[in-house]
C-alpha cells in the first residue's frame, strides 16, 4: 500500500465515452498531482493542486478535466478522448508543491479504442 | 530551460554484478533537488532517494549507493551485487524554482537483472 491509491487500475473507453480517475491520499499531503505516462516517453506533468487550488495546466486538452474537491482527493475527468490518450496516468502527492519527494500512486492504466 | 538526461535506455545485468544508472542534468538554478525513483512492474514510483543543491555528500543505503557531482552536473546512482528484485525503471528527475517548483523528470533506464 502506497499511500496513494489510484481507481480504477485499468480502464478501457470509446472515444465517445465519459469517464472519470480518482485518486485518494490520506497521509496530509498538500499538494496533488497528475502524471502521464506513455511509451517510450518521458512523464509529463499534466496538473499541480496545492492547498486544492489547480496551479499548474500544462498546456493539457480540454478533453481533461481535473478536479480537486479537497485535499485527499483528485479527479481526472476524461471525455471524447483519441486513442494517442491511451497510456498510463499517475497521480502523486506531496507535502507540499515544493522539493518533490512525490508518493506516487499505482496508476491507472487507459485504454482508448 | 531545465533537462534531465539518462542515456541509458535499458541495461541487463546478470544477478551480483554492480550496475550505475547515469543520470545529468542541466538547470542554471543554484539551488534545486534531485531525486530517483524506482517503477517495478507494478506500475507505481517509489521514491528513493532527495539531494539539494547544496549537498554534494554521496549517501549509501544497503545495497544503493549515490554520487552527485555539481562538476559535471551528474547524479548517479550504483546498485551493489544486484538482484531480480532490483528489476525495474528508474527515473532521475530534478526539481527547480521557476516561478513556482517544477519537476522534470529523466525518459527512464529499464534495468533487467538476470538470474
Known amino acids: 500500500e502506497t499511500g496513494v491509491t489510484q481507481t480504477p487500475r485499468h480502464l478501457v473507453m470509446g472515444m465517445t465515452n465519459k469517464k472519470s480517475l480518482k485518486c485518494e491520499q490520506h497521509l496530509g499531503h498538500n499538494a496533488m498531482y497528475w502524471y502521464k505516462q506513455s511509451a517510450k516517453k518521458p512523464l509529463e506533468l499534466m496538473f499541480v493542486y496545492s492547498l486544492e487550488e489547480r496551479v499548474e495546466n500544462n498546456s493539457v486538452p480540454s478533453r481533461f478535466s481535473p478536479e480537486c474537491p479537497n485535499s485527499s482527493h483528485l479527479f481526472l475527468h476524461l471525455h471524447t478522448l483519441q486513442p494517442e490518450d491511451s497510456a498510463l496516468y499517475l497521480c502523486?502527492?506531496?507535502?507540499?508543491?515544493?522539493?518533490?519527494?512525490?508518493?506516487f500512486g499505482s496508476g491507472t492504466r487507459l485504454t482508448v479504442v | 530551460a531545465q533537462k534531465v538526461t539518462q542515456a541509458q535506455t535499458e541495461i541487463s545485468v546478470v544477478e551480483k554484478e554492480d550496475v550505475t544508472l547515469d543520470c545529468v542534468y542541466e538547470t542554471r538554478d543554484t539551488t534545486y533537488y534531485l531525486f530517483w525513483y524506482k517503477q517495478p512492474p507494478s506500475g507505481e514510483l517509489v521514491f528513493l532517494i532527495r539531494?539539494?543543491?547544496?549537498?554534494?555528500q554521496n549517501e549509501i543505503s544497503g545495497r544503493y549507493s549515490w554520487n552527485f557531482q555539481k562538476s559535471t552536473s551528474s547524479f548517479n546512482f550504483t546498485i551493489t551485487a544486484s538482484q531480480v528484485v532490483d528489476s525495474a525503471v528508474y527515473f532521475c528527475?530534478?526539481?527547480?524554482?521557476?516561478?513556482?517548483?517544477?519537476?522534470?523528470f529523466g525518459a527512464g533506464t529499464r534495468l533487467f537483472v538476470k538470474a
Open positions: 528527475a530534478l526539481t527547480v524554482n521557476t516561478g513556482g517548483f517544477k519537476t522534470i
Open positions: 502523486a502527492s506531496s507535502q507540499d508543491d515544493r522539493k518533490g519527494g512525490y508518493t
Open positions: 539531494r539539494n543543491s547544496f549537498d554534494e
